[in-house]
Antibody, heavy 118, light 108 residues
Framework: QVQLVQSGADVKKPGASVRVSCKAS????????FNWVRQAPGQGLEWMGW????????GYAQKFQGRVTMTRHTSTSTAYMELTGLTSDDTAVYYC???????????WGQGTTVTVSS | SFELTQPSSVSVSPGQTATITCSGD??????VFWYQQRPGQSPVLVIY???KRPSGIPERFSGSKTDNTAFLTISATQATDEADYYC???????????FGAGTKVTVL
């Protein structure tokens, strides 16, 4: 049974950066795409970007280009999402999700709450 | 920017059928996925490739598509089906995913 376990909640000041981790168990990172999705309080799901199983190819939603970086450590089966230049609009729950363009995002992490506040 | 349009809310009586629509440009040529999200929980994939159900998803959930509109139908709706439902698609030219704004299903 594949599970994705994310890092704990974080509080950041405006202008800072945040890095959220997502550890896969029961599977490796090299068999599926990895996606990051966020959800602001009371709002819908917003896709941020994806990382190819090789880790060499990434694609970021236009809104986040220049501010987001997605990486992985194969040896620890952990994926990372770093977001820079935080503002209060980045306050949200951030999810990692394993997915495929044909099969959808079938496995999700539990979510990581990031609060941006001065 | 590509958009998927869903109704903001749908109400249904227990045991009845709820249908959620999702419209978007060229949706006829794209895979559509549906997710259920209960309050405080992570989303769960309930339909992929327009109409296929992942293992463990009840048969009450079905998907279909006509032209550029996709449908999620919940038959014999139960109280536990009360949740937000999101449609999603993938654009092969950009390799980007797009979500609809979500539909809140209320079981009255």
């Amino acid at each position: 049974q594949v599970q994705l376990v994310q890092s704990g909640a974080d509080v950041k000041k405006p202008g800072a950066s945040v890095r959220v981790s997502c550890k896969a168990s029961g599977d490796s990172l090299t068999t599926n795409d990895f996606n990051w999705v966020r959800q602001a309080p009371g709002q819908g799901l917003e896709w941020m970007g994806w990382m190819h199983p090789t880790g060499r190819i990434t694609g970021y939603a236009q809104k986040f280009q220049g501010r987001v970086t997605m990486t992985r450590h194969t040896s620890t089966s952990t994926a990372y999402m770093e977001l820079t230049g935080l503002t209060s609009d980045d306050t949200a729950v951030y999810y990692c999700a394993r997915g495929h363009p044909f099969h959808g995002m079938g496995v999700w992490g539990q979510g990581t709450t990031v609060t941006v506040s001065s | 920017s590509f958009e998927l349009t869903q109704p903001s809310s749908v109400s249904v009586s227990p045991g009845q059928t709820a249908t959620i629509t999702c419209s978007g440009d060229k949706l006829r040529d794209r895979n559509v996925f549906w997710y259920q999200q209960r309050p405080g929980q992570s989303p769960v994939l309930v339909i992929y490739q327009d109409y296929k159900r992942p293992s463990g998803i009840p048969e009450r959930f079905s998907g279909s598509k006509t032209d550029n509109t996709a449908f999620l139908t919940i038959s014999a709706t139960q109280a536990t089906d009360e949740a937000d439902y999101y449609c999603q698609t993938w654009d092969s030219s950009t390799t980007f995913y797009f979500f609809g704004a979500g539909t809140k299903v209320t079981v009255l």
